[in-house]
């Protein structure tokens, strides 16, 4: 039997690398699914500074450069980081974790173009890309994750306690899409996948939550309201005073309902703290 057992260890998988792998995510949600996932085995950068939006994110020569030499590159897809569509990326030790889901992409007739800061004017184009607010997605693209880090291990992974976490997130937000009646209203054009998938009307305007509105903010925001009245206002962010005031004023509740995509804290807890928002603001 000791033979058979020494035999059997022999031909299993075993790690390419003894040390931890380098991998490299476009943003923090698939930095923080590869942490989970990966554990020990890996060493995730997400080189996007802080407080910079990585969907318009330009990264420098010398950064591309880096992130080229990654043992793994993990990237959203769906016209996510236009850089990573006009850059000569290693594909074999890349993984597009939307892959295959195009099916369930959505689509935009008109793109919204504004500013946001130092990053300037900028297109949300016809794709709409932040698929991981509708947690089934982000179930989907952990399971590639899992997959790419499997074949660049050369190991089996642990990836069924993150997804039994985004499936109690999807199924909470479910119920939360139940109890809203009326449409919301957000500062920006981000929510369309939470929207569609807990069957939630939200209705974007193009608002940058660190300057005051403008008068012609404010008139496209009355114009809405006179037609589909809200009472919840969702924020990408902590607004600036200003802002917050003239929201209270139209008797809305503003809600920070953070995307996730350049933050410090889990993407489990970041989406819990967002829903545990949305249900303050229901009324409990």
């Known amino acids: ?39 020990e085995h890996v060493a995730v950068e997400m080189p ?13 020569a010398a950064e591309i450069a880096a992130i080229q030499t990654a043992d793994l590159i993990i990237l959203n897809g769906a016209g996510y980081a236009a850089w990573t569509e006009r850059t000569s990326i290693p594909r074999s030790r890349t993984v597009v974790t939307t892959d295959g889901l195009e099916g369930r992409f959505i689509t935009a007739e008109d793109a919204v173009t504004h500013s946001h ?22 179930s989907e693209q952990a399971k590639a994750i899992a997959a790419g880090l499997e074949e660049a291990l050369s190991a089996p992974v642990e990836a069924s306690g993150l997804l039994a976490s985004l499936a ?10 139940e109890r809203i009646e009326g449409p919301l209203i957000a500062s920006h054009p981000s929510y369309d996948y939470f929207a569609e998938a807990y069957g939630i ?11 005051a509105p403008s008068e012609e903010d404010l008139a496209e925001l009355d114009a809405i309201l006179a037609e589909d009245p809200a009472t919840i ?29 350049n933050d410090d804290l889990s993407f489990l807890e970041r989406m819990s703290r967002n829903l545990d928002a949305l249900e303050a603001g229901l009324g409990g």
């Open 1 to 39: 039997m000791s033979r058979l057992l020494a035999l059997l260890a022999m031909l299993a998988p075993t790690p390419l690398f003894a040390e931890p792998i380098r991998v490299v995510a476009v943003n923090s949600v698939l930095a923080d699914f590869a942490r989970l996932i990966g554990g």
């Open 233 to 261: 206002f969702l924020w990408e962010r902590a607004p600036v005073e200003d802002a917050r005031v003239e929201i209270s004023e139209r008797n809305l509740s503003g809600i920070v309902f953070d995307t996730g995509a």
């Open 117 to 138: 800061g130092a990053a300037g004017a900028h297109s949300h184009g016809v794709v709409r890309p932040m698929t991981w607010l509708d947690f089934s997605l982000a």
């Open 168 to 177: 109690e997130l999807d199924a909470r937000a479910s119920t939360l899409g």
């Open 48 to 60: 996007v500074p802080e407080g910079v939006d990585p969907a318009t994110w330009m990264p420098s």
């Open 201 to 211: 009307e939200i209705l974007s305007v193009a608002w940058d939550p660190g300057a």
